[in-house]
């Protein structure tokens, strides 16, 4: 639905007066202007500890926020939290956080910088970027972003004029697999992932780390089967906490697990195992692909991935004997090599062919959604500028989304080919620690005429930048509703539980005070963001009174789990079908079925480098979060028992990682243990910041993307592959 | 007089650490100090291999060397059962921590001995304990055992559970569950 300006501008007009008396309970609620009680005032909210985004009920004493707990009508948290979302408290109370908005003095790169108003900061900013517009084009800004701040910051980059764009969420994660859903299913699995957990009978991970990535809902779905007797099959090349908890752990050889995915396909077809009604009625291909995989017995794929045959027999027998109430976990960062996309089009072929998709215990089904078309840019009513150059983000790869690969946007910037880049935005996320070439990204700053960013910590990036703008945390502002997409669609408030700390500002109204200063005011038609809230709730038929009450509200009727077998049922996939046989990829010039290709091996005294998520932090935003850096000060190289006696190195002693490229990691602790095969080395990611403003989080432990100086791209999507690193150890 | 007990199912563990910043937060624990942990311990050899995920605290147990040891009864035995300190009578002797075999106390910064209360404060209002309620694998069960209808009774009825250090002679009341190695890890 889209409406005119003038709508919007009349809904806002009319909920003024609802206005007056909503701020004042807002002030009630966070005892503004009263004297101390000790009565605790309970509010709900949506936690940013990660991007799951659980309600939250904040209990609040004397305007200080004492515990966090889960919603327990929201969906995704399910009345508990994470590690990380307890820790919520930590962020907000964090003495390093970034305080005021601030301008580089020193060089790039050496952290001085001076205070600044937000009037100096924003007209510093606006010069820069009317002037980049002027000669370069708008097209020569680029914004990097993650969290919810993203909203309001790629509306303002679209209305600035600008499509280059890179969310780390897209190519350096989950992109891959989206494609790979969409090429075959029409939808991608979503976020969260539409997988029936606690209904499963089998679940099969692939390198997915449930318990160590303890995404909230998914967790307490997984340990449900569990507790059903749920038969749990895990591959990693590491006994990884879920390993601990499989009934059949698959050591598998890294970057060979499409071999293995295969052969598990030349199995269920082999043997009959599949749905044959399912595939008959739902997918097309089936023939060709047949053919296609006859080759991938499991004795091939034995000497691929080094798992006995049989094994491989056995746990394609127990998937296909438990059909259709399957997950194979499609995963979620799977920007490994440059074959992501096929690999997880394997993931999405073996669901298809179990019958798993739209099925209990398998995929569930997308939400009816009666809510598409209502965010910002439907409310400013204004269309955006079209650009006049090519998008650098999507880079040459046929399948990638708006959201983009970050390292063309780098390259380009490098380069000046095709056009030049000349201003970074950097927004809610740690380019330096998120993307892959830590050279190429620091060179790249060098060539700009802007660097901006807007954070609520002083990370490694941040000592780049020419501005800082702080941003308060999510406990401390409202955000665009959230539309939570779970079995059925929901609506979830983030309001403020206590009033901003310090001088930080929401992000919604950073970028609306920027977007005034470009002379993009028409896009921001709303003076207070609760103008705004209040006018879509009333778009949507809610009050936002109550939604603001009751944190969460679901939508009654949305839920649609499962294929009811008996309707027509079309996919959005050109041929309406699921496609086994993929004519997109065809046409595109990939091959329509994956094909397995070996990648590149560790060479002599190299161990491939693996890395990964530990329970109490979130990427590397939360290694200086007071209450999560107590939890893990700094992360552990985990290096095989029998290499570890080679090498002479004991449990605890400090080591330093080597790459291929002779880049040195900080010195970092080793973890000696059986718990990893012998060709590779893990680290848990995020650590070893070289940012001195972070006091905990400085130069503790190794920084696994420091390593990764090099990258493999997937044609497809343009996912990147990180996996492709080497590292010798080296004592400290 | 309730039989509080908590029984934790160390298969649905997963090692999350939910629990102990929940604890942390809901009681307000010092920097520095838990009164819950989970203790990984990884057994074999690779690739053969097992693991065992186990969250430890107080015991509250039946015969607690901890309120023996005190001098000034400030560990006593609480009108609900559990095993509780009064810091106004403790004089931060230690006679408690060295009494204890679970390694479940320490001396907080004002001196006085601390541990696992139960969430006292919240079994009173008729709420589980902070660490139970937010389990993400539902590993954590709490009740009173003289309940029959208690999902904890029912538990330890059908299986059969472990305790740590049975030796000790503590009787306590944190049971394991650990159905793939029921005889213990």
């Given at each position: 639905?889209v409406?005119?300006?003038r709508d919007?501008?009349?809904?806002a007009v009319?909920?003024t007066?609802?206005?007056?008396?909503?701020?004042?309970?807002?002030?009630?609620l966070?005892g503004?202007?009263r004297?101390p009680e000790?009565?605790p005032v309970?509010?709900?909210?949506?936690?940013?500890?990660?991007?799951?985004?659980?309600?939250?009920?904040?209990k609040v004493v004397?305007?200080?926020?004492?515990?966090?707990?889960?919603?327990?009508?929201h969906p995704?948290?399910r009345?508990k939290?994470c590690?990380r979302?307890h820790?919520?408290?930590?962020?907000?109370?964090?003495p390093d956080?970034?305080k005021?908005?601030?301008i580089r003095?020193?060089?790039r790169g050496?952290?001085?910088?001076?205070?600044a108003s937000?009037?100096e900061?924003?007209n510093y900013?606006?010069?820069?970027?009317?002037?980049?517009?002027e000669?370069y084009?708008?097209?020569?800004?680029?914004l990097?972003t993650?969290?919810?701040i993203?909203t309001?910051f790629?509306?303002?980059?679209?209305?600035?004029?600008?499509?280059n764009l890179?969310?780390?969420?897209?190519?350096l994660?989950?992109?891959?697999?989206?494609?790979a859903?969409?090429?075959?299913?029409?939808?991608p699995?979503?976020n969260?992932?539409?997988?029936?957990l606690k209904?499963?009978k089998?679940?099969?991970?692939?390198?997915f780390?449930?318990?160590?990535?303890?995404?909230n809902?998914m967790?307490?779905e997984?340990?449900?089967a569990?507790?059903?007797g749920?038969?749990?099959i895990?591959?990693?090349?590491?006994f990884?906490t879920v390993?601990?908890?499989a009934?059949?752990?698959?050591?598998?050889k890294?970057?060979?697990?499409?071999?293995?995915?295969?052969?598990?396909i030349n199995?269920i077809?082999?043997e009959?195992?599949?749905d044959?009604?399912?595939?008959?009625?739902?997918t097309?291909?089936?023939?060709?692909l047949?053919?296609?995989v006859?080759?991938?017995t499991?004795?091939?794929?034995?000497?691929?991935?080094?798992?006995?045959?049989g094994?491989i027999i056995e746990?394609a027998?127990?998937?296909?004997k438990?059909?259709?109430s399957?997950v194979i976990h499609?995963g979620?960062?799977t920007a490994?090599?440059?074959?992501n996309?096929?690999?997880?089009?394997?993931?999405?072929?073996?669901t298809a062919?179990l019958?798993?998709?739209?099925?209990?215990g398998g995929?569930?089904?997308p939400?009816?959604?009666?809510?598409t078309?209502y965010?910002?840019s439907?409310?400013?009513g204004?269309?955006?500028p079209?650009h006049?150059?090519?998008?650098?983000?999507?880079?040459p790869?046929?399948?990638?989304?708006?959201e983009?690969?970050i390292?063309?946007?780098?390259?380009?910037t490098?380069?000046?080919n095709?056009y030049p880049?000349?201003g970074?935005?950097?927004t809610g996320t740690?380019l330096?620690?998120s993307t892959p070439?830590?050279r190429?990204?620091?060179e790249?700053?060098k060539?700009?005429d802007?660097?901006?960013t807007?954070?609520?910590m002083?990370?490694?990036?941040?000592?780049y930048?020419?501005?800082v703008?702080p941003e308060c945390?999510y406990?401390e502002?409202?955000?665009?509703?959230f539309?939570?997409k779970e079995?059925?669609?929901?609506?979830?408030?983030?309001?403020?539980?206590v009033n901003?700390m310090?001088?930080?500002k929401?992000?919604?109204?950073?970028?609306?005070?920027?977007?005034?200063?470009?002379?993009?005011k028409?896009?921001?038609?709303?003076?207070?963001f609760?103008?705004y809230?209040k006018?879509k709730?009333?778009?949507?038929?809610?009050s936002?009174?109550?939604?603001?009450?009751?944190?969460?509200?679901?939508?009654p009727?949305?839920a649609?789990?499962y294929l009811d077998?008996?309707?027509e049922v079309?996919f959005k996939?050109?041929?309406?079908k699921?496609?086994?046989?993929s004519k997109?990829l065809e046409?595109?010039?990939?091959?329509p079925i994956?094909q397995?290709?070996?990648?590149?091996?560790?060479p002599?005294g190299y161990?491939r480098?693996l890395?990964?998520?530990?329970?109490v932090?979130t990427?590397?935003?939360t290694t200086?979060n007071?209450?999560?850096?107590?939890?893990?000060?700094e992360?552990?190289?985990?290096?095989?028992?029998k290499?570890a006696?080679k090498?002479?190195?004991?449990?605890?002693d400090?080591?330093?990682?080597?790459?291929q490229?002779?880049?040195k990691?900080n010195r970092?602790?080793?973890k000696v243990t059986?718990?990893?095969?012998?060709d590779c080395?893990y680290?848990p990611?995020?650590?070893?910041?070289?940012s001195?403003?972070l006091k905990?989080?400085y130069?503790?432990?190794?920084?696994?993307q420091q390593?990764?100086?090099r990258?493999a791209?997937?044609?497809?999507?343009g996912?990147v592959g990180?996996r492709?690193?080497f590292v010798?150890i080296?004592?400290? | 007089?309730p039989?509080?007990?908590?029984?934790?199912d160390v298969e649905k563990?997963?090692g999350?650490m939910?629990?102990?910043i929940?604890?942390?937060k809901?009681?307000g624990v010092?920097?520095?100090y838990?009164?819950?942990r989970?203790v990984e311990?990884a057994r074999?050899?690779f690739?053969y291999?097992?693991?065992e995920?186990?969250s430890?605290?107080c015991n509250?147990?039946?015969?607690?060397p901890?309120i023996d040891a005190?001098?000034t009864r400030?560990s006593h035995r609480a009108?609900d059962?559990t095993?509780?300190?009064?810091?106004?009578?403790?004089?931060?002797?230690k006679a408690?921590?060295?009494?204890?075999p679970?390694d479940?106390?320490?001396?907080r910064p004002?001196?006085?001995?601390?541990k696992?209360?139960f969430?006292?404060?919240?079994?009173k209002e008729?709420?589980?304990p902070a660490c139970?309620?937010?389990c993400?694998?539902k590993s954590?069960?709490?009740?009173?055992?003289d309940d029959?209808?208690?999902?904890?009774?029912?538990?330890l009825?059908?299986?059969?559970?472990a305790v740590?250090?049975?030796?000790?002679g503590t009787?306590p009341?944190?049971?394991y569950?650990?159905k793939?190695?029921?005889?213990?890890f």
């Amino acid at each position: 639905m889209v409406w005119s300006r003038r709508d919007f501008l009349k809904i806002a007009v009319a909920s003024t007066g609802v206005g007056i008396i909503g701020g004042t309970q807002v002030d009630k609620l966070l005892g503004l202007g009263r004297k101390p009680e000790d009565k605790p005032v309970y509010v709900p909210t949506v936690c940013e500890m990660c991007f799951w985004r659980c309600g939250v009920i904040a209990k609040v004493v004397n305007g200080k926020v004492v515990k966090l707990d889960g919603h327990p009508e929201h969906p995704q948290s399910r009345g508990k939290l994470c590690a990380r979302g307890h820790g919520g408290i930590g962020l907000l109370y964090d003495p390093d956080r970034l305080k005021h908005p601030l301008i580089r003095v020193g060089e790039r790169g050496e952290g001085k910088f001076k205070k600044a108003s937000w009037d100096e900061a924003f007209n510093y900013v606006a010069e820069k970027m009317l002037k980049i517009k002027e000669t370069y084009g708008p097209e020569a800004m680029a914004l990097f972003t993650h969290g919810t701040i993203s909203t309001y910051f790629v509306h303002l980059l679209w209305a600035y004029g600008s499509p280059n764009l890179g969310m780390p969420s897209y190519a350096l994660c989950r992109g891959a697999r989206d494609i790979a859903f969409k090429l075959t299913f029409g939808s991608p699995v979503g976020n969260p992932e539409r997988v029936d957990l606690k209904n499963s009978k089998v679940i099969v991970l692939i390198g997915f780390h449930i318990g160590e990535n303890a995404h909230n809902s998914m967790c307490q779905e997984f340990t449900e089967a569990l507790g059903n007797g749920a038969t749990v099959i895990v591959v990693d090349p590491r006994f990884s906490t879920v390993a601990s908890k499989a009934k059949y752990w698959l050591p598998i050889k890294p970057a060979t697990d499409l071999a293995l995915l295969l052969a598990w396909i030349n199995v269920i077809i082999n043997e009959g195992l599949y749905d044959k009604e399912y595939v008959a009625k739902y997918t097309v291909g089936f023939e060709k692909l047949a053919e296609a995989v006859k080759e991938y017995t499991p004795q091939w794929a034995e000497k691929e991935t080094e798992i006995p045959a049989g094994l491989i027999i056995e746990t394609a027998r127990i998937m296909g004997k438990n059909k259709p109430s399957v997950v194979i976990h499609p995963g979620r960062h799977t920007a490994w090599y440059e074959d992501n996309t096929q690999r997880i089009r394997a993931i999405a072929i073996l669901t298809a062919l179990l019958g798993a998709y739209g099925r209990p215990g398998g995929i569930y089904l997308p939400p009816k959604n009666p809510l598409t078309g209502y965010d910002l840019s439907d409310f400013c009513g204004v269309p955006y500028p079209e650009h006049q150059k090519p998008e650098i983000n999507k880079g040459p790869y046929p399948f990638t989304e708006e959201e983009g690969v970050i390292p063309e946007i780098i390259k380009a910037t490098l380069t000046e080919n095709p056009y030049p880049i000349k201003g970074w935005l950097i927004t809610g996320t740690n380019l330096i620690k998120s993307t892959p070439n830590q050279r190429d990204t620091i060179e790249a700053i060098k060539k700009l005429d802007l660097v901006v960013t807007v954070d609520m910590m002083p990370f490694d990036h941040v000592l780049y930048a020419d501005v800082v703008l702080p941003e308060c945390t999510y406990l401390e502002r409202y955000d665009d509703i959230f539309e939570v997409k779970e079995r059925s669609i929901g609506l979830a408030l983030r309001q403020p539980v206590v009033n901003p700390m310090y001088d930080t500002k929401p992000g919604w109204w950073i970028a609306k005070e920027l977007g005034i200063r470009l002379g993009l005011k028409d896009y921001f038609p709303y003076q207070d963001f609760e103008d705004y809230l209040k006018a879509k709730c009333q778009v949507l038929g809610i009050s936002f009174e109550e939604l603001k009450q009751k944190g969460y509200i679901e939508i009654p009727d949305t839920a649609n789990p499962y294929l009811d077998g008996t309707s027509e049922v079309k996919f959005k996939t050109p041929s309406g079908k699921i496609e086994l046989y993929s004519k997109q990829l065809e046409e595109a010039g990939f091959p329509p079925i994956p094909q397995y290709t070996k990648h590149e091996e560790p060479p002599q005294g190299y161990f491939r480098l693996l890395y990964g998520r530990v329970p109490v932090h979130t990427f590397s935003r939360t290694t200086n979060n007071p209450s999560l850096w107590e939890l893990m000060k700094e992360n552990a190289a985990w290096v095989n028992a029998k290499v570890a006696k080679k090498l002479g190195l004991k449990n605890g002693d400090y080591v330093v990682l080597v790459n291929q490229d002779g880049v040195k990691s900080n010195r970092v602790k080793i973890k000696v243990t059986e718990r990893i095969r012998p060709d590779c080395v893990y680290v848990p990611h995020g650590f070893g910041s070289f940012s001195p403003m972070l006091k905990r989080a400085y130069l503790n432990g190794a920084d696994d993307q420091q390593l990764i100086t090099r990258y493999a791209v997937d044609p497809v999507s343009g996912s990147v592959g990180m996996r492709v690193n080497f590292v010798k150890i080296e004592k400290a | 007089m309730p039989r509080y007990v908590m029984v934790i199912d160390v298969e649905k563990c997963i090692g999350c650490m939910a629990c102990v910043i929940a604890c942390k937060k809901e009681n307000g624990v010092a920097d520095g100090y838990f009164r819950t942990r989970v203790v990984e311990e990884a057994r074999g050899e690779f690739p053969y291999l097992r693991m065992e995920l186990r969250s430890e605290l107080c015991n509250h147990c039946e015969i607690a060397p901890c309120i023996d040891a005190c001098p000034t009864r400030a560990s006593h035995r609480a009108k609900d059962g559990t095993v509780q300190i009064d810091h106004k009578k403790c004089i931060g002797c230690k006679a408690c921590i060295l009494a204890c075999p679970y390694d479940a106390r320490y001396i907080r910064p004002d001196g006085t001995a601390d541990k696992c209360t139960f969430c006292q404060h919240r079994i009173k209002e008729g709420k589980k304990p902070a660490c139970v309620e937010t389990c993400l694998g539902k590993s954590r069960i709490f009740g009173d055992l003289d309940d029959p209808e208690s999902d904890v009774a029912k538990l330890l009825k059908r299986y059969e559970a472990a305790v740590r250090l049975e030796w000790a002679g503590t009787k306590p009341r944190v049971f394991y569950i650990n159905k793939k190695f029921p005889g213990g890890f």
